[in-house]
């Protein structure tokens, strides 16, 4: 007891000591955020006053944590890049940053770190922004509690919300993207975990993930993104619980999965997207408990996907569930439920007695000429989906649910 | 013709046919909502039966009830009555008690469910004005044959053939066009052959509630215009409009020209 | 009364009626005859504006038929087959034909007359061919219309019926009207007709009295001046 009372004391002594407290406000004495820094020595504390402040190309090079007081407004100016961070241990939190200058050679950024560890950016907002938040060649970091709103209207002109770029050891949670050009970005970055987010009506991809493995990403929104949200060239990602909600429109997915090897994405809910999860060249993949309600098409698989696992999932009034371009098929569909499913259950041990078989022939035919697309729920179609129900012709005669659930599944 | 349309309604609501088509639709909806629970499938499955069953019921229905009533109508030709309020009265009676049958019998259950406490309550509501829709078209087509054609058996056939074609050979010969001209932009020929036929036409106005999602998946301008915005809706409308419009003025022309 | 200009009607290329001129005057009761297919029904039809002439006018009490419906409140029309509604009841029809022509309380009398009181809240579905002929009547003779036409009257009826039929169409007589009648039976149309017309392949063959027409075809009576008429056009 005592020993910790002077190991306290002893800590106090050194805060006091080292880490001073610095302010800044419009008619302090130090009224730059720029000026606070350069006066600073490390770890100290900078508390930014509310006011506004013209400032761009703010460096923030010692290791420092700046506190914003009823969220700063920190203005640009169209300037340019307005923080940059190229030191180890800097929090920033609490800043309310506008107008990062848009230029075609540069990615400016409301926000960058460089080459640092350990940061910290939380409760930011951020409006008027080319880039947001962006992060070159950082680890050990977290992103939290921000608010990015864009005005991003054409993809070459305007930036992403949340860029990390060769940075592992992430952690992006509870952010709120939108109307930027891709809401999250990950391109080489391993061992990130995205977490609680919500990414909504951006331009291009809600979510968008290149060459970075080992990520988790679990309990985030994508809502009415251009694209909704990409997967590729990744491996060993887990996608855990996500919404994936209105993704509408010619090349909109609620997810693309390009080259994507030994996934898991479990637990997930794709509401009425064109496509829900679009499937390209991805293997070892297990799709579980997952939730596609409403989709033009729940799951569409086009070239080689191989050794991949669709088990437990609920397929609901989509209206197309699976579509696939070949007639091979060496993935596993089990134990899942299919609202379209009119088979029946004599020995009610809760699966169905007949078979399902999700690839309609005239998901087939809607690929080939796609105006058929119209005559969807036709009597005529339904027909000759029918036929081909009974004698497959144009669809993988073993792609077939063995034990299609009764009842919805329930995780 | 509101004396006529009274009479004719009344006389059909009493017959045993609009029992058993109401009784039809109450059990349909019964068994769908109660032994399913799932409003959403109920949707879909009532809409399916909708396309195909409202267009025959409407079609038989309005042919038996011209020929069978035909000695009445000759009675009533010799009243101080219009020809062409006989006629509309007794197309209009038919027609609302088909209608009627319709609403109640899957109403009545959908109420018991409690559906206005449910987001689909839309969805339900433009299946049954598609419903009503397809019954007047029906009803009107049916009327026009059976005016043409005195022979009976030679009537029904036609209407028969005429729910055939529309509920699936037409389906069936759209499509073949489509994929022997799949080389050409499309999106023009399929919308217009989607207003040619009442029962595509109505569909359409459906797969806009249900399926969404994936009519978005298609690249055309023109498409993505209808489908996207409430242009689709308010064309649609106003063609099924023009599709109970047209018979019934064939109906009021025709009559005005016929022996009896 | 009535008046019949050039009437034509052809159905298909079949000629039906070819040039049909006829006057009938107010008063009396005038039997249109002729074997099966002369057009005697198209003619009535005519004149009730069921069927639309290719040519010729008709006017009826002086006002062309061809402007408005409304002259048909002026006649009274009995139909050849009665087929009604089946899930109607009687009292229904009535009330329902009333509804549509205008107040009258004869058919409280007519109904005792030819006692359909037991079957007033039957379905006429439900009714025998004569019982419904007998509803016909009724439906036909509740109004005070100055020109009645009947179709095939006596079809179906029992020798009552029959009998209070014949005294309806003597009182009408009596109180002024004009009664066109259609019928097979000969002896039913030697007892009430005033006065005929044959017609043969569609044009008016003869016209005139009873007793003319055996004058004309030097026979003793009705029937056979009837027969041989068509025995002498066919031989």
Redesign the interface.
Known sequence: MKKTFVFLLAMFMAYLNYAQNIEVCNTCPISTLKAAINLANDFDTITVRKGTYKEHDVLINKPLTIVGENYPVIDGELKGEIITITSDNVTVDGLFIINVGTSYTEDYAAIRVRKSKHFIIKNLVLEKLFFGIYIEKSNYGKVFHNKIIGDAVAEYNSGNGIQLWYSNHVDVEHNYVQDVRDGIYLEFADHCLIKNNVSSNNLRYGLHFMFSNDDIYEDNTFENNGAGVAVMFSKKIKMFNNIFREN???A?YGMLLKEINDAEIIGNTFN????GINIEGSNRILYKNNDFI????AIKVRGACYTNSFLENNF??N??DIAYNSKVNDNVFDKNYW?SYTGYDLNKDGIGDVPYRPVKLFSY?VN????????????????IDFSEKVSPVFTPDNLLDHNPLTKRVTW | MLKILKYSFFDLMRSRWSYVYFAFYLLLGIVLLFLNHDLSKAVITLMNVIIVLVPLIGTIFGVMYYYNSKEFTELLLAQPLKRSSIFLGQYLGVSLSLSMSLILGLGIPFILYGLFKSSVIWDFSLLLITGTFLTFIFTALAFNIALSNENKIKGFGYAILLWLFLAIIYDGMFLMSLIIFEDYPLDKLSLAGTMLNPIDLSRTLILLKLDISALLGYTGAIFKKFFGTNLGLIISFFTLSLWVILPVTRIVFKSKKKDF | MVNVQNLHKKFNKNVVLGGVDLTINEGGIFAILGPNGSGKTTLIKAILGMVIPNEGDITVLGENIKKSADYRHKIDYLPQIANFPNNLRVKELIKMIKDLRGKTNEDKRLIDLFGLDPFLNKKLGTLSGGTKQKVNIVLTFMFDSPLIILDEPTTGLDPISLLHLKELIAKEKVNGKTIIITSHIMSFVEEVADEIVFLLEGKIYFKGSISELKTKTDQPDFEHAIASILTNNHA
């Not at chain 1, 009425?272 to 496509?275: G, K, R």
């Not at chain 1, 409403?294 to 098409?297: E, L, M």
């Open positions: 509408w429109g010619t909109s009425e997207n064109t496509i409403n989709n033009g098409w609901l009034y209206s197309f609202s035919v080939r000429t796609p105006e058929t697309i119209i005559l969807l729920r036709s009597l005529f179609i339904d027909i």
